[in-house]
């Protein structure tokens, strides 16, 4: 008796270390992580989003060569037990067996009442709920965006008298004293002058990692306002890329509604990638092009009903913007356009002279970009955002104002190089010599171009040098900069520059032999606007290395089927030509720059190494710290849990024998043992922690045992010691693992977590191992 009350006097432990875990909060609570210095020293595990506190059950999954039965429930559930901490990797086997088992248990009851059989229906139509309030809020939120960033935009020219919320353009519809060729010029719009007599972070979250606050309300409420400022502002950036994370934090925040999705890390990810699509379908007008992007280019996990509600998610918020009608066209973007003129197969060839150019500048972009932003996060540069953003703002406004071109929106400057001229087009872009010799009535041909098209050339030209050189310091700065418009309006810019030329070339020398076979004096032979559609694409392309969605979504901007075959030769030559100046599109790089523990999946593993080679323990290093099934204490296990920063432990028979039994997790045992000291009287320091299915009797005068089986991964994946890393790298790839355990003859040899991965890819790849994580 003495000997147990001299234990209980003893209850405390090491608990100094453990407080981060309980200091955990919500996704909403906390604000975003770009530029914020970060401590990972407590990680041998690279990382996740949000750890909700979850109530379900423990993970079973199956593994190479382990065992499927079944483990033993909570008894009751505690809180924290199967979450997450931030930035550590989620393990989607674990997360998709949970809600397998949980699908499961909601269809058995189901059979039972007529209660349980409503649950199981509202719980298999609570994903299409789900998609249905994601279109509905991000579509409502981008006509917000859209309309609040025109009548911002205009406010810096001055101020329609009839009402301070009216932009410019909705000014003069309201106006009776005002022509369709003036359209622009009303009294009621009065300028200054008169009254005053001026998305890498959600590809590296939907992979699996967590970064709370990066998608909480509070990121979506700063963002959706300074979104608005920073378009409005005429810095060379474009809304549609951050539309895509305000879009990823409604889907996030409107999880928490749903048990299904609030309680599981996978599943989440599902809607994520969802709500990319809606997105990038309200950012372009685009459904189809965002469900392709989301599939090609950001999504980790996308299963085939991931396609479906995807799918509906992107048309529910088309149609919710569509409704609110932002620019008054009934169009869901500034720059529609619509090409009359067929294309002719010679075209073909400055078509790939765009695509050379738009790889050409992705590849400049990227390296340059990247160049500036290690700049701003190894110098002094990085602790000033506020200085940097307002000098680039400064510089941005007074080399821009000088000029027409650069001094209205991007996306107005990039609907005017669309445009295809008509007669009533009052843009210097149009002004051509009227000069009319065809018979075909109500035919616009090509013309003589006039002052107005000259001078605008100039000015198109030095806008062109502008947006390259101002756009590498613009983007990565700490305001929302998207990268969509400013890369569509390099090279829409080029693409006009050259359509102009064309169809110069094509009046003045229409009897040449390019030129004779088709193209014919007083015919409408080249649409300028059709050059700059492709260049845009190009140069994104260039930029993103997309190539699928990107010429759906210029499709679905053009609305005409005939163009695209100029739009993939551009888009293919591009990645073609920025794929063999650098491998990266600039979401990699800036991926592979914060040191984000990203596996991608694009790319193959050549190198003929083994699993032995990569794991951990190596030779002469200190032996695989390992936790026993029955015959360690509370105390031993806190020291262990103090003395090392690992993520997880293996569970062995005995350290003689080295035999596997499963796998723990830190922030589980924590929890667990936290609880137990809590809410079962007699738990102390000197109680053995069982992790067998049955503890044996407890002798008299002996404190009480604790029972951690619940908590314990019975079937880890495991690996021989001669398995190829190409296989090694496939599986955490393609199963979104955390940590993989190394095996010979049965006998745990060591462990490879997906840092020790990705550490050695960039090994083998000739780069500082040690360097591209977390910087």
Same mark, same amino acid.
């Given at each position: 008796?003495?000997?147990?009350?001299?234990?209980?006097?003893?209850?405390?432990?090491?608990?100094?270390?453990?407080?981060?875990?309980?200091?955990?909060?919500?996704?909403?609570?906390?604000?975003?992580?770009?530029?914020?210095?970060?401590?990972?020293?407590?990680?041998?595990?690279v990382p996740p989003l949000d750890g909700e506190i979850e109530e379900s059950r423990s993970y079973?999954?199956?593994?190479?060569?382990?065992?499927?039965?079944?483990?033993?429930?909570?008894?009751?559930?505690?809180?924290?037990?199967?979450?997450?901490?931030?930035?550590?990797?989620?393990?989607?086997?674990?997360?998709?067996?949970?809600?397998?088992?949980?699908?499961?248990?909601?269809?058995?009851?189901?059979?039972?009442?007529?209660?349980?059989?409503?649950?199981?229906?509202?719980?298999?139509?609570?994903?299409?709920?789900?998609?249905?309030?994601?279109?509905?809020? =991000?579509?409502?939120?981008?006509?917000?965006?859209?309309?609040?960033?025109?009548?911002?935009?205009?406010?810096?020219?001055?101020?329609?008298?009839?009402?301070?919320?009216?932009?410019?353009?909705?000014?003069?519809?309201?106006?009776?004293?005002?022509?369709?060729?003036?359209?622009?010029?009303?009294?009621?719009?009065?300028?200054?002058?008169?009254?005053?007599?001026?998305?890498?972070?959600?590809?590296?979250?939907?992979?699996?990692?967590?970064?709370?606050?990066?998608?909480?309300?509070?990121?979506?409420?700063?963002?959706?306002?300074?979104?608005?400022?920073?378009?409005?502002?005429?810095?060379?950036?474009?809304?549609?890329?951050?539309?895509?994370?305000?879009?990823?934090?409604?889907?996030?925040?409107?999880?928490?509604?749903?048990?299904?999705?609030?309680?599981?890390?996978?599943?989440?990810?599902?809607?994520?990638?969802?709500?990319?699509?809606?997105?990038?379908?309200?950012?372009?007008?685009?459904?189809?092009?965002?469900?392709?992007?989301?599939?090609?280019?950001?999504?980790?996990?996308?299963?085939?009903?991931?396609?479906?509600?995807?799918?509906?998610?992107?048309?529910?918020?088309?149609?919710?913007?569509?409704?609110?009608?932002p620019f008054g066209n009934s169009r869901l973007v500034l720059f529609y356009v619509e090409f009359?003129?067929?294309?002719?197969?010679?075209?073909?060839?400055?078509?790939?002279?765009?695509?050379?150019?738009?790889?050409?500048?992705?590849?400049?972009?990227?390296?340059?970009?990247?160049?500036?932003?290690?700049?701003?996060?190894?110098?002094?540069?990085?602790?000033?955002?506020?200085?940097?953003?307002?000098?680039?703002?400064?510089?941005?406004?007074?080399?821009?104002?000088?000029?027409?071109?650069?001094?209205?929106?991007?996306?107005?400057?990039?609907?005017?190089?669309?445009?295809?001229?008509?007669?009533?087009?009052?843009?210097?872009?149009?002004?051509?010599?009227?000069?009319?010799?065809?018979?075909?009535?109500?035919?616009?041909?090509?013309?003589?171009?006039?002052?107005?098209?000259?001078?605008?050339?100039?000015?198109?030209?030095?806008?062109?040098?502008?947006?390259?050189?101002?756009?590498?310091?613009?983007?990565?700065?700490?305001?929302?900069?998207?990268?969509?418009?400013?890369?569509?309006?390099?090279?829409?810019?080029?693409?006009?520059?050259?359509?102009?030329?064309?169809?110069?070339?094509?009046?003045?020398?229409?009897?040449?032999?390019?030129?004779?076979?088709?193209?014919?004096?007083?015919?409408?032979?080249?649409?300028?606007?059709?050059?700059?559609?492709?260049?845009?694409?190009?140069?994104?392309?260039?930029?993103?290395?997309?190539?699928?969605?990107?010429?759906?979504?210029?499709?679905?901007?053009?609305?005409?089927?005939?163009?695209?075959?100029?739009?993939?030769?551009?888009?293919?030559?591009?990645?073609?030509?920025?794929?063999?100046?650098?491998?990266?599109?600039?979401?990699?790089?800036?991926?592979?720059?914060?040191g984000y523990p990203f596996l991608e999946a694009k790319e193959e593993f050549a190198h003929k190494?083994?699993?032995?080679?990569?794991?951990?323990?190596?030779?002469?290093?200190?032996?695989?710290?390992?936790?026993?099934?029955?015959?360690?204490?509370?105390?031993?296990?806190?020291?262990?849990?103090?003395?090392?920063?690992?993520?997880?432990?293996?569970?062995?028979?005995?350290?003689?024998?080295?035999?596997?039994?499963?796998?723990?997790?830190?922030?589980?045992?924590?929890?667990?043992?936290?609880?137990?000291?809590?809410?079962?009287?007699?738990?102390?320091?000197? =109680?053995?922690?069982?992790?067998?299915?049955?503890?044996?009797?407890?002798?008299?005068?002996?404190?009480?045992?604790?029972?951690?089986?619940?908590?314990?991964?019975?079937?880890?994946?495991?690996?021989?010691?001669?398995?190829?890393?190409?296989?090694?790298?496939?599986?955490?790839?393609?199963?979104?693992?955390?940590?993989?355990?190394?095996?010979?003859?049965?006998?745990?040899?060591?462990?490879?977590?997906?840092?020790?991965?990705?550490?050695?890819?960039?090994?083998?790849?000739?780069?500082?191992?040690?360097?591209?994580?977390?910087?």
């Amino acid at each position: 008796m003495a000997t147990w009350q001299g234990a209980m006097d003893h209850r405390g432990f090491h608990q100094g270390s453990f407080n981060s875990f309980q200091s955990s909060s919500s996704d909403e609570d906390l604000m975003d992580i770009p530029g914020t210095a970060m401590d990972f020293s407590m990680r041998d595990d690279v990382p996740p989003l949000d750890g909700e506190i979850e109530e379900s059950r423990s993970y079973n999954g199956g593994g190479i060569g382990s065992s499927n039965r079944m483990m033993d429930f909570l008894e009751e559930p505690i809180p924290g037990v199967g979450t997450y901490d931030d930035f550590n990797t989620i393990d989607w086997v674990r997360e998709k067996s949970r809600d397998r088992d949980r699908h499961r248990e909601i269809t058995n009851k189901s059979k039972e009442s007529t209660w349980a059989l409503i649950h199981s229906v509202s719980d298999a139509f609570s994903g299409w709920l789900l998609m249905l309030l994601i279109g509905l809020l =991000s579509g409502s939120l981008a006509g917000l965006i859209d309309i609040s960033a025109h009548w911002m935009t205009d406010l810096k020219e001055g101020i329609c008298t009839l009402g301070i919320w009216f932009n410019h353009e909705h000014c003069c519809w309201n106006s009776n004293h005002v022509t369709f060729e003036n359209r622009d010029k009303c009294p009621e719009w009065n300028s200054w002058s008169q009254l005053i007599i001026s998305t890498n972070e959600i590809k590296t979250i939907l992979s699996g990692f967590i970064i709370r606050g990066y998608l909480g309300k509070w990121t979506l409420m700063i963002k959706t306002i300074t979104l608005v400022l920073a378009v409005s502002s005429g810095l060379s950036l474009g809304k549609e890329g951050p539309l895509v994370h305000v879009a990823c934090c409604c889907g996030n925040i409107l999880c928490h509604c749903f048990n299904k999705y609030r309680k599981n890390e996978a599943k989440r990810r599902e809607v994520l990638s969802a709500a990319a699509a809606a997105g990038v379908s309200v950012a372009f007008g685009a459904p189809i092009g965002g469900v392709l992007f989301s599939l090609e280019e950001v999504s980790y996990y996308f299963p085939l009903k991931t396609l479906w509600r995807s799918f509906f998610a992107a048309l529910v918020a088309a149609f919710t913007l569509r409704s609110i009608n932002p620019f008054g066209n009934s169009r869901l973007v500034l720059f529609y356009v619509e090409f009359h003129t067929p294309w002719h197969l010679f075209e073909l060839v400055p078509f790939i002279l765009l695509g050379i150019f738009g790889g050409l500048w992705g590849a400049l972009f990227i390296r340059t970009n990247i160049a500036w932003c290690r700049k701003r996060k190894t110098t002094q540069l990085g602790k000033y955002p506020v200085v940097e953003v307002l000098v680039v703002t400064a510089i941005t406004a007074i080399l821009a104002f000088p000029n027409e071109y650069t001094r209205v929106s991007t996306s107005e400057l990039i609907s005017e190089l669309f445009n295809d001229c008509g007669l009533l087009d009052s843009s210097k872009l149009c002004d051509y010599e009227n000069r009319f010799n065809t018979s075909k009535a109500g035919e616009l041909p090509d013309r003589p171009a006039g002052v107005g098209v000259y001078s605008a050339m100039w000015q198109l030209a030095l806008t062109l040098i502008l947006k390259i050189v101002i756009t590498i310091f613009t983007f990565g700065m700490k305001i929302p900069s998207g990268l969509f418009i400013p890369s569509m309006a390099v090279g829409a810019i080029a693409g006009r520059l050259l359509g102009v030329g064309m169809e110069q070339l094509a009046y003045y020398h229409h009897d040449w032999a390019i030129f004779n076979s088709w193209c014919s004096q007083g015919a409408d032979c080249i649409t300028p606007g059709l050059y700059a559609m492709v260049g845009a694409a190009a140069c994104l392309g260039g930029v993103t290395r997309m190539t699928v969605s990107l010429v759906v979504i210029m499709f679905e901007l053009t609305g005409g089927l005939e163009y695209i075959v100029p739009l993939m030769a551009a888009a293919m030559t591009s990645k073609w030509v920025a794929d063999a100046l650098g491998r990266e599109g600039i979401y990699d790089a800036h991926i592979r720059l914060n040191g984000y523990p990203f596996l991608e999946a694009k790319e193959e593993f050549a190198h003929k190494t083994l699993a032995m080679d990569v794991m951990k323990p190596r030779r002469n290093d200190p032996l695989l710290t390992v936790l026993t099934q029955d015959s360690m204490t509370v105390e031993d296990v806190e020291t262990i849990i103090s003395e090392t920063t690992y993520s997880g432990f293996p569970v062995v028979v005995s350290r003689e024998s080295q035999r596997l039994v499963g796998f723990v997790l830190r922030r589980d045992l924590i929890i667990s043992i936290e609880n137990a000291r809590k809410k079962q009287d007699g738990v102390v320091s000197t =109680s053995v922690i069982y992790f067998t299915e049955h503890s044996p009797p407890v002798p008299p005068y002996t404190p009480p045992t604790l029972k951690l089986r619940n908590i314990l991964d019975l079937s880890p994946f495991t690996v021989t010691d001669l398995t190829p890393m190409e296989i090694v790298v496939d599986i955490f790839r393609k199963l979104g693992l955390r940590q993989c355990l190394v095996t010979h003859n049965g006998r745990l040899l060591g462990i490879i977590t997906k840092k020790d991965v990705l550490k050695h890819i960039a090994q083998m790849a000739n780069q500082d191992p040690d360097s591209i994580l977390f910087n």
